[in-house]
């Protein structure tokens, strides 16, 4: 069984940053992609960026250039750097373990950023 846990969300004025963490218990992170989304109130949830387990990266056209994800397996986590935010980025961010060997997905709880002056 795979926890996710996020943290670093916040209150952030336009124009800030901030960097959320999403940390994986057990043994297949290093070996799973990992992804950042979110869900606005009323929206569905929808895909910020993704990583794979070799490092490629993925972004929405909405947060490339924005956002940067990184992991680092020594650790078990994965990043969020989040630059010049703005208030539609406001939203509560998932961190998710996708692991294609056995066809699993997990998702952690969710941490709420908020973009607002």
């Known amino acids: 069984q795979v926890q996710l846990v996020e943290s670093g969300g916040g209150l952030v004025q336009p124009g800030g940053s901030l960097r959320l963490s999403c940390a994986a218990s057990?043994?297949?992170?290093?070996?799973?992609?990992m992804g950042w989304y979110r869900q606005a109130p009323g929206n569905e949830r929808d895909l910020v960026a993704t990583?794979?387990?070799?490092?490629?990266?993925n972004y929405a056209a909405s947060t490339e250039g924005r956002f940067t994800i990184s992991r680092d397996n020594a650790k078990n986590t994965v990043y969020l750097q989040m630059n010049s935010l703005k208030p539609e980025d406001t939203a509560v961010y998932y961190c998710k373990l996708y692991n294609r060997a056995i066809m699993k997905t997990y998702w952690g709880q969710g941490t709420q950023v908020t973009v607002s002056s």
């Open positions: 990583i794979t387990s070799d490092g490629t990266t």
């Open positions: 057990g043994s297949i992170f290093r070996i799973s992609a």
